[in-house]
């Protein structure tokens, strides 16, 4: 039994150049890396779309962005940023880059565990091995922010959420494991538990080629 696949909703080309000015052709591997983003994985309950790329943080870059839905109610964001310098950067141990952040509502008392932090950055590192995902260099940060109202909004109730930001760097150009990955990082924050080993989601269909101009 196949889990459906919530369409890839793009909302903008791929971009590898996304700084002013005439930019080279975006590399071969860049874009084998940025279809790899296309094929991996994806959950009933996660709609994806792609992003504007960051302008200069590498000579090359793609996003998308996810939410984590049950029914109509949001539950989860996030998004995912492809890096690519051909020289490397310090810290990267390869020519690139995956930085990701995730966003979710939580329980108080599940905010207020003093464990979260090692037990949200696990969600990741184990997904990653699970997706067989070889990376190096991680690192990040897990922040746990409170919301509370005051004024004309005294009566709001308080919020809880929790932030995860980390980057890493692909050991390979097949970057759908770690899509893949990801996104079951945002199912855990958002309380949704991982798919059973004998449940598969579909593949993602690929896109028009319109919508894919950096090949």
Known sequence: M???VVPFRPSSTYASA???G???PAPAS???AVESLRQAEVRPEIELEDLPAPQ????FAAAIGASVYREDDE???GRLILLFDPDGQRGWEGPFRLVAYVRADMEPEITSDPLLGPVAWSWLTEALEAHQADYSAAGGTVTRAVSEGFGNKAEDPVTTELELRASWSPAHEDLSGHVAAWCDLMCLAAGIPPLPP???AMPRRREDPESDRTK
Not at 56 to 59: C, D, E, F
């Open 56 to 59: 200069r943080l590498a000579p």
């Open 30 to 32: 860049f874009r084998r």
């Open 2 to 4: 196949s889990t459906p």
């Open 18 to 20: 996304m700084t002013l």
């Open 22 to 24: 005439e930019q080279p």
């Open 75 to 77: 539950l989860a964001v």
């Open 198 to 200: 004998d449940v598969a």
